[in-house]
């Protein structure tokens, strides 16, 4: 997942010493801590249900200080709207509903089970459930399922969203989309087959493991034509859940109410625990927290972490309202091998021996807040990774810098008095350029004189993610994270290291990696239906990028989030990114 996962982020290297105190101080390594706060305890909610209920009513009412990009399920790739849609969106199957890595099993929704797989691995064919309704009573039938993804071929009109099943089903660029259709029910996808109302049948070029993974995104979510409003559907979809859109004012508020046509019995996801569902956006992340602290408010739609000062506040006095999951997101810098001296690889070793891993880790907000320091650029909950590998011994003398061998790795690419780079970090994300000060900091004493160069957050893809600006202005190191769209190594490294996703702009692949081995083993693994077996051999593609010596990764991000008091059914979601699964919240009248 790309940084769509990430809204805004606040912390100051000095603060993160104090944090990491109170942490200490609580005992929060690991058991629940019930001494303070009126929570039922620290990281009661992480692989655990906290507050269980089945009680239906009242009001879940979320906070945030970012909006989507789009509630549009075809457009939207932010993190917490993947989780959010699952209010108002359904899929043929889905994420479990259960704590910590049980989420990452695939079960499911809308299908009467996982599909059955024939054509080595090409075709699938699924059984739609009875009672499937539309909020006006309608029944969802396989066409609304064909035609919502058919919507993904429409990027002229609806891009920004993520578009694997584009790229599995058509991978030639055939179909126009729905908008451009000579079918008359605009359903000319001939990959997708609909030969009655609740069989629908997809049939692959060639077979990918992780299909029915694509699947589970809300992008698979069914539309109907006659509610499609185009490039406007994000301002209010047509409900397919337990929950429909009264009123939204983006930027501000929403409200959802129950779908009175929803049928429980058509839905073993969902237990639909709160009448309503409302949303307030605000700016001041500050003032969210402390609205988080008060009990307005229930849960930060984000989920991005509470900020230096909340933090502080809830360490010492509601210990039991929080808990402290992995994200699933590694944060790095990556070195662009256009720009020299990273054209030689023994620069970039410079770089990786000669920064201060503990220092980043700090900067990041130390082991709670921050994250445990990364070894390597395979997040622990990907199928396939090992965090126990560490090439470049990023954990060795408490990840203190092995300056001997930088100043060796800089003999070796003839540059034994150092060299001069900037680093570019977005000016929106405040972490990042604590980040990059750390970085900064460090190679400076090896001889490496870095500045740092803050860009437009807002205009990422146009400006890292186009490798001629890249160039020209010396963007040696950037700093970045990325977060699995799915637990697969394609889910989370394809678009970082595989050759085809360097782009003129919008590029992802900002190493500019073109291994021909390394995008071999992506077409073993993705041809692979076992998963354990893939899993190997993304291990060892992981292995190969290492070897590359392209990404500095600091740490495997952890966040410290809040659980107000009033919630019952909470636990921290794998499958999302460690945010509480929202669409299983209830809350105590």
């Known amino acids: 997942m790309t940084t769509h996962r990430t809204s805004k982020r606040r912390l100051a290297v000095g603060s993160a010493v104090v944090v990491a105190a109170l942490l200490t101080t609580a005992g929060c390594g690991g058991g629940d801590d019930k001494k303070k706060g009126d929570g039922p305890g620290f990281n009661a909610a992480q692989n655990k249900i906290a507050n269980p209920s089945d009680k239906k009513g009242g009001t879940l009412k979320f906070i945030g200080t970012q909006d989507a990009d789009s509630w549009d399920?075809?457009?939207?790739?932010?993190g917490f709207v993947w989780d959010y849609a699952r209010f108002y969106t359904r899929q043929l199957i889905t994420h479990k509903s259960a704590p910590g890595e049980q989420s990452q099993e695939l079960v499911p929704d809308?299908?009467?089970s996982r599909a059955k797989i024939s054509d080595g691995g090409k075709r699938y064919e699924y059984t739609l459930r009875p009672g499937l309704t539309w909020q006006?009573?309608?029944?969802?039938?396989?066409k609304d399922i064909k035609y919502g993804i058919e919507r993904i071929?429409?990027?002229?009109?609806?891009?920004?969203?993520p578009i694997y099943l584009k790229e599995v089903l058509d991978p030639k660029g055939e179909y126009k989309g729905p908008y451009k259709d000579k079918d008359p029910d605009k359903l000319g996808l001939k990959a997708i087959e609909t030969p009655n109302d609740t069989t629908i049948i997809f049939k692959l070029p060639k077979p990918n493991g992780d299909f029915e993974q694509m699947l589970a995104m809300p992008a698979a979510s069914p539309a109907r034509a006659d509610k499609d409003t185009g490039s406007r559907y994000g301002q209010k979809p047509f409900s397919s859940g337990p929950y429909q859109w009264v009123s939204y004012t983006a930027n501000k508020s929403m409200e959802l109410t129950r779908n009175p046509n929803w049928k429980q019995s058509s839905d073993p996801v969902r237990k639909a625990l709160p009448d309503k569902v409302t949303l307030t956006l605000i700016k001041n992340s500050d003032e969210m927290d402390k609205r988080l602290?008060?009990?307005?408010?229930d849960v930060d739609l984000n989920a991005t972490g509470i900020g230096q000062a909340g933090r502080v506040e809830a360490l010492r006095k509601h210990r039991g309202n929080l808990d402290n999951p992995l994200t699933g997101f590694i944060r790095y810098a990556v070195f662009p091998q256009h720009v020299a001296p990273f054209n030689n690889i023994e620069c970039r070793k410079a770089v990786i021996y000669g920064a201060d891993k503990k220092s980043l880790q700090t900067a990041r907000g130390g082991p709670q807040a921050g994250g445990d320091i990364a070894t390597n650029m395979l997040p622990p909950i990907v199928k396939g990774s090992d965090p126990k590998y560490d090439p470049y011994g990023a954990v060795a003398n408490g990840g203190a810098p092995d300056v001997a061998k930088a100043k060796d790795a800089l003999k070796k690419c003839g540059?034994?008095?150092?060299?001069k780079t900037t680093i570019a970090v977005r000016n929106n994300k405040p972490v990042e350029v604590a980040t990059a000060e750390s970085l900064q900091a460090s190679l400076k004493k090896i001889n490496i004189q870095a500045e740092i160069e803050q860009y437009d957050g807002s205009q990422t893809s146009g400006i890292i993610g186009n490798p001629e600006y890249v160039k020209k202005h010396n963007f040696g190191i950037i700093i970045m994270g990325w977060g699995p769209d799915f637990p697969t190594g394609q889910g989370f490294s394809q678009p970082l290291v595989h050759s085809k996703y360097i782009l003129d702009n919008g590029n992802n692949n900002y190493s500019m990696l073109n291994d021909p081995k390394i995008d071999q083993l992506f077409e073993k693994a993705q041809a692979e239906l076992d998963e354990n077996k893939a899993a190997s051999i993304y291990t060892e593609m992981n292995k190969l990028v290492s070897e590359h010596a392209v990404y500095l990764p600091f740490v495997f991000e952890k966040n410290i989030i809040w659980r107000s008091s009033r919630l019952t059914n909470v636990y921290t979601s794998d499958a999302y990114n460690g945010r509480y699964d929202y669409q299983a919240l209830g809350v105590v009248k």
């Open 73 to 78: 399920p075809q457009r939207g790739y932010y």
């Open 110 to 112: 809308m299908a009467t």
């Open 136 to 142: 006006d009573g309608k029944p969802i039938t396989s």
């Open 153 to 161: 071929w429409a990027q002229d009109v609806l891009s920004g969203g």
């Open 293 to 297: 602290i008060k009990g307005d408010y």
């Open 415 to 419: 540059k034994p008095d150092g060299f």
